[in-house]
């Protein structure tokens, strides 16, 4: 008989203590060489003030969005809660490198072990523990695939606040166990448009059969926030001091590295709004900044059927679809554009991050996109290497892990590459059952689509 060749285990996960994870947030805006435009007025053209925003967003939160501090401490509240699931394990993809044969060494930040299943409660803890501050009692959001629904539904139960959610129709058909999630932790749920605004009304007489988008359902969560004085709006990703509170991912990375002497050569994570993205890069974006790792590379990726980054223009334009919103500068399609019903639906949404476009704009970070098929295809050898069942989100960033370490093995080069896993994908299997029984569509946006969608922001300012 064949003796089998043995092989000594090597630990594959990296852990920091309870007393190891960081007590302050990075805000990348103080080390920008050049600060990303503020939010305009669109009816003055001049920034919106505090009290603009203030009957949106509770106080703190808007003082953590202009701040140009670097660091800004977590609450021990917050930290009290983060705990339960922080720090999140760092953990070598051994089996992918040997499967792809490559000579790339390849780490995930794995946040689908909190409550929620995602990186969201991140910031969704820190932004319900701020309003309680401030005497809110109602938290309005939407929600895509359901995860930031998910993870605000969670937070609003430990502060004892009410939280009404509209989610995305597409999503909230084909996710229906999110819905329950969020329904388990005291939320009320309803599939956006809906008939219980006037945004969503108009949106309904135009196409009762619509999909719903992310510009819908914010604007049908503006709405309700804006009708009572005790109720606020949260918002997922896109704004600053989302960005901010999600820096811990990387800061717990950056710790992690460290303890095994490696620091990585390519950063990549999906965006839609940016939040995980930002999460993952920023605290590493800091040392590329200040030129100590200049040929660091961060790549961020996203949906053929919703290319922000990769086909849309950088101009100041609305965060939501009924224009309740101020102006933002950002990378995007146009505030009336719907996306396809593709499965990443925590992708779909018509803009991108103010730091995220502007760090874009200036060269900072590349950015790619792929087709749902593309996605699933590196979300099924994930699976069956690592273990790891992956949302569709997070798919995005694996399919751009698996090319970057082929690309190393051809190169014969060394790599570290390092990506934010931000969820599992236990509630998406409608959509691994679509892809292997090959009835996954491609969507694709092609030029002329682009042109027409970006045409009607040609009285826009740009940043």
């Not at 202009?66 to 339960?84: A, C, D, G, N, T």
């Not at 991912?249 to 303890?259: H, P, R, V």
């Not at 980054?309 to 102006?327: A, R, V």
């Amino acid at each position: 008989m064949k003796k089998t060749k043995r092989v000594k285990a090597q630990s594959n996960r990296v852990y920091l203590s309870e007393r190891e994870i960081p007590k302050k947030w990075y805000n990348i805006v103080y080390d920008l060489p050049e600060k990303p435009k503020p939010p305009i007025n669109p009816k003055t053209g001049q920034p919106v003030s505090i009290d603009e925003l203030s009957i949106i967003f509770a106080k703190s939160l808007i003082e953590q969005e202009i701040s140009e501090r670097q660091w800004i401490e977590i609450p021990e509240e917050v930290l009290k809660i983060y705990l339960l699931w922080r720090p999140t394990p760092l953990v070598r993809a051994r089996n992918l490198e040997e499967a792809l044969d490559t000579p790339a060494r390849i780490y995930y930040k794995y946040e689908g072990v909190s409550p929620s299943g995602s990186h969201k409660p991140n910031t969704a803890v820190a932004q319900a523990y701020y309003n309680k501050l401030e005497g809110i009692e109602v938290l309005t959001t939407e929600t895509g695939a359901g995860q930031w629904g998910s993870a605000l539904a969670f937070a609003c139960n430990y502060f004892d606040l009410k939280c009404k959610i509209f989610m995305v129709k597409a999503s909230y058909e084909q996710k229906p166990y999110r819905k329950v999630l969020m329904q388990m932790w005291g939320a009320d749920v309803t599939p956006s448009p809906s008939n219980e605004t006037e945004v969503g009304k108009r949106i309904l007489e135009m196409d009762p059969n619509s999909p719903g988008s992310l510009g819908i359902a914010i604007s049908e969560a503006i709405e309700v926030a804006i009708q009572d004085e005790k109720n606020r709006y949260s918002l997922g990703s896109v704004l600053n001091h989302v960005l901010l509170h999600q820096t811990i991912i990387g800061l717990e990375a950056k710790k992690q590295l460290e303890k095994i002497d490696e620091y990585p050569t390519i950063i990549i994570g999906c965006v839609g709004g940016g939040s995980n993205f930002a999460g993952i890069s920023f605290p590493f974006l800091m040392d590329k900044l200040y030129e100590k790792k200049k040929s660091l590379r961060i790549l961020a990726v996203e949906p053929s059927a919703c290319p922000t980054l990769t086909k849309g223009i950088y101009s100041y334009d609305y965060g939501d679809t009924s224009k309740l919103t101020p102006l933002l500068p950002m990378y995007t399609l146009g505030h009336d554009f719907i996306p396809p019903k593709i499965h990443a639906g925590g992708l779909r949404y018509h803009g991108m991050s103010p730091i995220v476009s502007k760090l874009y704009a200036d060269g900072l970070i590349e950015a790619r996109a792929y087709t749902q098929n593309e996605i699933f295809d590196a979300a099924l050898k994930f699976a069956q290497t690592e273990g790891i069942v992956p949302a569709p989100e997070s798919a995005h960033a694996i399919r751009a892990v698996i090319d970057e370490a082929v690309r190393a093995r051809k190169e014969n080069k060394e790599e570290v590459i390092l990506f934010n896993l931000s969820g599992h994908g236990f509630f998406d299997m409608s959509a691994y059952q679509d892809y292997l029984s090959g009835a996954l569509e491609d969507v694709v946006l092609t030029d002329a689509e682009i042109e027409e969608l970006t045409r009607k922001l040609a009285g826009y300012p740009r940043p």
